[in-house]
């Protein structure tokens, strides 16, 4: 007769397999957790590259633009130069009472360039309107900024008196960029923008937004338009310059 089973057998095994029940089904509950958070996580960073993308900032720049334009007759120059020619300080310092900066303004000497013993300690006092959106600020050196303007023979700031919407953009204003978010970041007060050669290669693009950046066009302040990585050289050239007689490729929707 065989010996009866032991009672201690029985009874340690099924609380082991009970635990790895427990264990296992932790485990799923923790990777669908996991997955769930990772959803969200990627939800929230899609709202937050579209706020970003949203553009208020850019927007009110170009409203101050064509405020400017309205009080002189023409946009701002791109730098505003000395008596001795040489550049003082940029667009962005000219327009800082049409971006409710008025005070600050008045703060600048405006005979001396930007970076002046006096000039050069208003550069921390950057105004927010021309920080890069959202967590992309982080990113930056302190005081740059990437918004910029096309300068050169053909675009829309060439010269020291600034240019007049009638009379100066043969070609139209509607696919004439006035403004980008683009580009090499510089020190805001610097007179330093992208400088365009029709007859050599074009400024260098790259900036916050790795798959394009915004441009507001001449002929409205809220009229803005994002610019896809891959987009033509051409299109790109007849986009930047104002009387070159061309138009944008198919490319440009």
């Known amino acids: ?33 996991a997955a769930i958070v990772a959803l969200l996580v990627a939800g929230v960073d899609k ?3 579209d706020v970003e993308r949203s553009g208020d900032a850019q927007v009110q720049i170009a409203i101050a633009l064509h405020h400017y334009h309205s009080g002189h007759g023409r946009f701002p120059p791109a730098a505003v130069h000395g008596a001795d020619g040489k550049p003082l300080y940029s667009w962005r310092v000219e327009i800082l009472p049409y971006i409710e900066e008025e005070q600050l303004y008045k703060q600048f000497a405006l005979d ?18 021309y920080a890069a959106p959202g967590r992309k600020a982080l990113k930056m050196p302190p005081y740059r900024t990437v918004c910029h303007v096309f300068v050169g023979k053909g675009a829309a700031f060439e010269g020291r008196q600034g240019l007049n919407m009638e009379t100066d953009f043969p070609d139209g204003t509607t696919n004439t960029i006035l403004l980008v978010d683009t580009g090499k970041p510089v020190p805001w007060t610097k007179p330093e923008d992208l400088e365009y050669d029709p007859d050599g ?11 394009g950046f915004w441009a507001c066009m001449v ?5 803005r338009r994002w610019i896809k990585k891959g987009t033509s050289e051409a299109t790109l050239r007849a ?10 490729g198919p490319d440009w929707p």
Not at 201 to 211: K, R, S, T
Not at 219 to 223: A, K, M, Q, R, T
């Open 112 to 129: 001396e360039p930007w970076d002046s013993p006096h000039n050069i300690k208003l550069l921390p006092r950057m105004p927010r309107t």
């Open 1 to 33: 007769m065989s010996a009866p089973e032991s009672s201690e057998g029985p009874s340690e095994e099924r609380p082991t397999r009970k635990r790895t029940r427990r264990f296992i089904g932790c485990g799923i509950a923790l990777s669908a957790t």
């Open 201 to 211: 290669p074009l400024p260098d693009l790259q900036g916050i937004f790795d798959d």
């Open 47 to 49: 709202v937050r590259e």
């Open 239 to 248: 986009l930047i310059t104002r009387n070159g007689g061309d138009r944008p």
């Open 219 to 223: 002929d409205g302040p809220n009229i």
